[in-house]
Nanobody
C-alpha cells in the first residue's frame, strides 16, 4: 500500500528553525514531482513548496521564499522541508503531496498532486 508519512512537526519559538520529513513507501517516486502544502487552523489549505523529480527546479509560496528550502533524496524515497526564521503565521498542519501519475513537472497547482499524507503539526509561538 502506498503511504506518505510526515514527521518532525513540533512547537517552536518564533525565529527558530525546524525540518520536517515526508517518507514514502509502497512505490518508488523517483520520477514524480512532490510538494508541501499547509493548512492553518480555520483556513484553507495552501501551497508551500514544490520540487521536480531531479531537483532541478523548485517553487515557493511568496510567504516562505527565502526562509524555507524544499529538498528530496530519491534513494530514500523521502522529501524534506527546512524551515528557518519561523513566524507565528507558519503555524499549520503541513502535508506532503506527490504526483502519483508522474505526469507533471511540478509546480504550485494543487490538482497536480493526488497522493497525500496525514500531516504533521507545526506550531510557532511568539
Amino acid at each position: 500500500q502506498v503511504q506518505l508519512v510526515e514527521s518532525g512537526g513540533r512547537l517552536v519559538q518564533a525565529g527558530g528553525s525546524l525540518s520536517i520529513t515526508c517518507a514514502a513507501s509502497g512505490r518508488d517516486f523517483t520520477h514524480h514531482a512532490k510538494a508541501w502544502f499547509r493548512q492553518p487552523p480555520g483556513k484553507e489549505r495552501e501551497f508551500v513548496a514544490s520540487i521536480t523529480w531531479s531537483s532541478n527546479n523548485r517553487w515557493y509560496a511568496d510567504s516562505v521564499k527565502g526562509r524555507f528550502t524544499i529538498s528530496r533524496d530519491n534513494a530514500k524515497n523521502t522529501m524534506y522541508l527546512q524551515m528557518n526564521d519561523l513566524k507565528p503565521e507558519d503555524t499549520a498542519v503541513y502535508y506532503c503531496a506527490v504526483d502519483g501519475s508522474g505526469s507533471y513537472y511540478g509546480g504550485p497547482q494543487e490538482n497536480i498532486y493526488d497522493l497525500w499524507g496525514q500531516g504533521t503539526q507545526v506550531t510557532v509561538s511568539s
